[in-house]
């Protein structure tokens, strides 16, 4: 079972709705990320929070906008997206401030847009 | 500019035998990587990792060997089993020495399939 708890599994929206994708790790972890991952494609970075904070946006569109509310939580709001943004979004984290770290995944959302 | 290649999309091996599988990478500033499995509809699974410092780092039947110098690292899986069938991933990132702002760049993956 993995330890990063992702909602839903699955979610079909339309181009002019908003919805958000959810991520919760109770491993103590102070940074989390999230991943877009394309059919036959490796996992591609799209965001780092650190410590609640935004660190790195990998020139990400604004139609995605990430949110840290605590320690815990991961969301990703989505707004006006296109069809090309239809993937699986994957959610990790990892510890911080102990040298290497892996980072650890949940199951995704897989996002399709109509 | 792909800098981290698994040149092999697929690898296919007998049960009890040795699965090797292998990762190249261009980028000299990493300085640690990762192997993930993936199953159909889960997310990457971590399995192993080995910091540039060494050269081998063993975990039960995986085993991760480090080349520096040709830039190459593989994952050895002795003996295999058929639940070892799976898209398994290289993984590299430069420049973490504890802190958080790592970035993980992911090979394309090779897909495993030990057979019974």
């Known amino acids: 079972d993995t330890e990063v708890t992702q909602t839903p599994k699955h979610l079909v929206m339309g181009m002019t709705n908003k919805k958000s994708l959810k991520c919760e790790q109770h491993?103590?972890?102070?940074?989390m990320y999230w991943y877009k991952q394309k059919a036959k494609k490796p996992p591609e970075l799209m965001f780092v929070y650190s410590y609640e904070k935004l660190s790195i946006n990998e020139s990400v569109p604004s139609r995605f906008s990430p949110e840290c509310p605590n320690s815990s939580l991961l969301n990703l709001h989505l707004h006006a997206l296109q069809p090309e943004d239809s993937a699986l979004y994957l959610c990790?984290?990892?510890?911080?401030?102990?040298?290497?770290?892996?980072?650890?995944f949940g199951d995704g959302t897989r996002l399709s847009i109509l | 500019d792909q800098q981290v290649k698994q040149n092999s999309p697929s690898l296919s091996v007998q049960e009890g035998r040795i699965s090797i599988l292998n990762c190249d990478y261009t980028n000299s500033m990493f300085d640690y990587f990762l192997w993930y499995k993936k199953y159909p509809a889960e997310g990457p699974t971590f399995l192993i990792s080995i910091s540039s410092i060494k050269d081998k780092n063993e975990d039960g039947r995986f085993t991760v060997f480090l080349n520096k110098s040709a830039k190459h690292l593989s994952l050895h899986i002795v003996p295999s089993q058929p639940g070892d069938s799976a898209v398994y991933f290289c993984a590299a990132s430069a420049g973490n020495s504890g802190g958080s702002n790592y970035k993980l760049t992911f090979g394309k993956g090779t897909l495993l399939t030990v057979n019974p």
């Open positions: 990790a984290s990892s510890q911080v401030g102990l040298g290497n770290q892996p980072q650890h």
């Open positions: 491993m103590g972890h102070r940074a």
